[in-house]
């Protein structure tokens, strides 16, 4: 009877006289940074909902101050300036959100614009962008495509 004879693994023992050089291992990912806050849709409904009752007459504009970037602020200023609320009311009726990157947020909805007196009712598209800033969400953008 013969002895059975030992082999290396060629993928795991080196050859006899065989020097190995270590491979470098790739640099690890940089661990993903969560919010702080977590984005609720419920979170950006209410403020996209307190901007349109601003734009309505239903709100006084200083509710406003701290919910949305001065960029925004100043829009709504002008906007209500040159058009005055007369009669026309603003309903958000869907808000859906993505979030590209941890502290920001951007959000499309339906808008729904009825006139007093008139049965009839119009669809618009709204677009807005969120920013975490000091552990709140400000709106940054707000934009109503009108036809």
Same mark, same amino acid.
Request: hydrophobic share 40%; charged share 20%.
């Given at each position: 009877?013969?002895?059975?004879? !030992?082999?290396?693994? #060629?993928?795991?023992?080196?050859? =006899?006289?065989? $020097?190995?050089? %270590? &491979?470098?291992?790739? @640099?690890?990912?940089?661990?993903?940074?969560?919010?702080?806050?977590?984005?609720?849709?419920?979170?950006?409904?209410?403020?996209?909902?307190?901007?349109?009752?601003? !734009?309505?007459?239903? #709100?006084?504009?200083?509710?406003? =101050?701290?919910? $949305?970037?001065? %960029? &925004?602020?100043?829009? @709504?200023?002008?906007?209500?300036?040159?058009?005055?609320?007369?009669?026309?009311?603003?309903?958000?009726?869907?808000?859906?959100?993505?979030?590209?990157?941890?502290?920001?947020?951007?959000?499309?909805?339906?808008?729904?614009?009825?006139?007093?007196?008139?049965?009839?009712?119009?669809?618009? @598209?709204?677009?807005?962008?969120?920013?975490?800033?000091?552990?709140?969400?400000?709106?940054?953008?707000?934009?109503?495509?009108?036809?």
């Amino acid at each position: 009877m013969t002895t059975p004879t !030992l082999r290396p693994l #060629r993928t795991y023992e080196p050859i =006899r006289g065989q $020097v190995l050089v %270590p &491979v470098r291992r790739p @640099a690890p990912a940089p661990p993903v940074v969560q919010p702080l806050v977590t984005p609720d849709n419920g979170q950006f409904m209410l403020i996209a909902t307190k901007i349109l009752e601003v !734009l309505d007459g239903r #709100r006084p504009l200083g509710h406003l =101050r701290a919910l $949305v970037a001065d %960029p &925004v602020y100043q829009a @709504a200023i002008t906007r209500l300036r040159t058009t005055p609320p007369v009669g026309v009311r603003y309903q958000l009726s869907s808000i859906h959100s993505c979030q590209p990157a941890p502290e920001v947020v951007e959000a499309c909805g339906l808008v729904e614009t009825a006139r007093h007196g008139v049965r009839e009712r119009r669809a618009h @598209a709204m677009a807005c962008r969120f920013e975490l800033h000091e552990e709140r969400w400000r709106c940054v953008y707000f934009r109503i495509m009108f036809r």
